[in-house]
């Protein structure tokens, strides 16, 4: 699923040139429960956004679903990250003007889907979430536990071969973190391949397998 | 479709800032269709009260007589009929004038004493030509203004000489000239006109067959009348030959308004298409103030999937609906205020009515206005990285 070998990228801050990743080698397998840990500013979120074609690396070669990340151009990545992957980010990202309802819809009008498909789709993305009589209500009017929900919805409902989240608990309490989590692994058992950035280790050990980040190094490690 | 709901939601979700936006363009098109359609209900009304002083004539060129060439004595027949009003034949040609004072090139007309009224002319001294003059081959003349100042050094010279190629001429009459007047038919030029009787004799180039003449409407008709019959007449007479005459209603005075009109209409619609810009310029504005706001629902809209094309698009047709929208409240507004005054000038009996036309031209230079100064930000936000967008601000 995912093919990651010596992966580098680099930030320049005036002079100083930051290694966010330093020749990372990452691989994930479909269906796996994988859990990315490291501390702040270890290089967590910007793995994550080259695993998430948001970012390109500055040096080494990365494999989606066999497609080699590199050559496409960025009209070519936007429909990439449209159809294999669902995002979920720690601050949610919903779009505050747009319903839960339309929020999740989103994705599927970028992909150009049939309304009478698109509702069902919506509908039945909102009701695995739990959210189904949410539906018309504003971000704004949801607690941050269904906002989060909704993000989940949104990013199921196309479905992704690959759902990213990055520290998806990070601004939840633990019970309502929890309850995210249980939603991730319904989903894993359900067949999907998650990814999932946390640097909190209780959260980590829940996944399959856990891999350690570290001044933009990977190791794999046992909880 | 999508595009267009996505637009109308987030221009309503700040309705005054909205409203502030599109004020220049309302402003503008108002300024464009208002001025537009007063102008054009102005000169309906006035071009309608010049036609009805029946102040409108005809003239016809005949280029083949086919053999039977028309005389003066003819025409006074025409005249009596009841669907044609004054007729009057006529001849020109040049002549060196000595007057008192200078001499000059002057433009002669051989004419009757029907061009007076028909031409609607005034007289400033004297009199004009008597049927008397051309029966008797009378060396009289009359002066237009311009020749009199000049020739004679000042208008009151009625009964005084001047002499046309050597020949002398009693001056009786001086026209009345209004400066720049419409009426006049050599503004600037000196003109003398003759009996016509009496310039077929002092010039050698002119023959006496009728090539030349103008026609008024008849008493109580209009020109269409008189040219109906006199096309009948003259159809007759050159063997059904359509080429052998020409026939062209030439109101001076209408003529001379539609150039003003069209004048004044470019100058106003020039500048208030001026206005519009600036209305587009704070369209750009606020577009832009909107598109750096948004930057973290657009790093979200990329990263869920939309492309370059969709992010354009959603941006573009916010302008471009913005702009429609101030367009529509300003044809709106703009109809009130003609209504307005029509109804408070009402005793003028003039109507103004919104003018398709700039309707038209209002639309369609919003429309374009929209595309022109949305398309800057809509590309600005079209070209943010997904990954910067979404960290922007957080
Ligand atoms: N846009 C950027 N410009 C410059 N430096 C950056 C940029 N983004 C990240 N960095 C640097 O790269 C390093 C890794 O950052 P990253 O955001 O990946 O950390 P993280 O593991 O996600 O941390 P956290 O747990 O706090 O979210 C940090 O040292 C950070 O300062
Ligand atoms: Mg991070």
New interface residues.
């Given amino acids: 699923m995912i093919d990651m070998n010596d992966i580098s990228k680099v930030y320049l801050v005036g002079d100083e040139r930051v290694r966010a990743l330093d020749r990372a080698s990452l691989h994930i397998y479909p269906k796996e429960f994988v859990s990315i840990i490291g501390p702040s500013g270890s290089g967590k979120s910007t793995l994550m ?1 080259i695993i ?1 074609c ?2 390109v690396a500055d040096a080494g070669a990365y494999r989606l679903d066999g497609l080699p990340i590199e050559a496409y151009s ?2 070519e990545l ?2 990439i ?3 294999k992957i669902g ?1 979920v ?1 720690q ?1 949610f ?5 747009l319903t839960a309802w339309e929020n999740v819809e ?2 599927l ?3 150009k889907v049939k309304r009478p498909e698109r509702q069902q789709r919506v509908a039945a993305a909102l009701e695995r979430v739990g959210l189904t009589n949410r539906a018309n209500h504003l971000p704004t009017e949801l607690s941050g536990g269904q906002q989060q929900r909704v993000a989940i919805a ?1 990013a199921i409902v ?1 479905n992704p071969k690959l759902i990213l989240a990055d520290e998806p608990t990070g601004a939840l309490d633990s019970k309502t973190g929890q309850e995210i989590i249980d939603i991730f692994h319904e989903l894993h058992a359900q067949g999907n391949t998650i990814v999932l950035i946390t640097h909190d280790r209780d959260v980590a050990k829940q996944a399959e397998r856990s891999v350690h980040i570290l001044d933009g190094r990977i190791t794999e490690v046992q909880l | 479709m999508m595009a267009l709901k996505m637009a109308l939601r987030s221009i309503s979700s700040n309705k005054l800032r909205a409203v502030l936006t599109m004020l220049g363009i309302i402003i503008g098109v108002m300024a464009l269709v208002v001025l537009v359609s007063l102008v054009n209900g102005a000169t309906t009304s006035v071009t309608d009260a010049v036609s009805g002083l029946g102040n409108s004539m005809m003239s016809v060129t005949v280029s083949d007589d086919k053999g039977s060439p028309i005389d003066p004595a003819l025409l006074n027949q025409w005249s009596e009929r009841t669907d044609v009003g004054l007729l009057a034949p006529y001849w020109t040609d040049s002549a060196t004038a000595h007057g008192r004072e200078e001499s000059g090139s002057v433009t002669l007309y051989g004419t009757t004493a029907a061009w007076y009224a028909l031409q609607g002319l005034q007289m400033e001294m004297g009199r004009w030509l008597k049927t008397a003059d051309i029966e008797n081959h009378s060396y009289v003349c009359v002066l237009n203004n311009a020749a009199a100042e000049e020739l004679m050094g000042y208008t009151d010279c009625i009964g005084q000489a001047v002499r046309l190629d050597g020949v002398e001429y009693t001056i009786v009459g001086v026209l009345y000239e209004e400066d720049g007047s419409l009426t006049s038919l050599s503004s600037g030029g000196m003109t003398v006109y003759l009996p016509y009787t009496s310039l077929l004799r002092l010039s050698d180039s002119l023959l006496g067959d009728v090539t030349r003449f103008y026609v008024s409407a008849p008493e109580g008709g209009t020109v269409d009348m008189a040219k109906t019959a006199i096309t009948e007449l003259l159809m007759e007479r050159f063997e059904e030959d359509e080429e052998a005459f020409s026939v062209s209603t030439q109101d001076v005075l209408e003529n001379a308004m539609s150039s003003i009109t069209s004048v004044l209409t470019i100058l106003l619609g020039g500048i208030a298409a001026i206005s519009l810009v600036v209305g587009g310029i704070g369209i750009m504005n606020i577009m832009l103030v909107t598109v750096t706001e948004r930057t973290r629902e657009i790093g979200i809209r990329k990263a869920i999937g939309a492309s370059r094309g969709t992010i354009l698009s959603q941006f573009l047709m916010e302008a471009v609906v913005l702009c429609m929208l101030g367009c529509a409240l300003g044809i709106f507004l703009s109809w009130a205020i003609l209504q307005t005054v029509t109804t408070v000038v009402s005793s003028l009996e003039i109507t103004f009515s919104l003018d398709g036309g700039v309707v038209l031209i209002a639309v369609l230079f919003c429309f374009v206005i929209g595309l022109v100064f949305g398309l800057y930000p809509a590309n600005k936000a079209a070209k943010m990285k997904p990954i910067d967008a979404l960290h922007y601000g957080g």
Avoid: C, H, M, V
């Fill in positions: 956004n998430g948001l970012d960025e009209n936007a429909a990250r449209n159809e995002f980010f601050s990202n919903l779009i505050p003007k989103l994705p009008i970028y992909q949104r196309t």
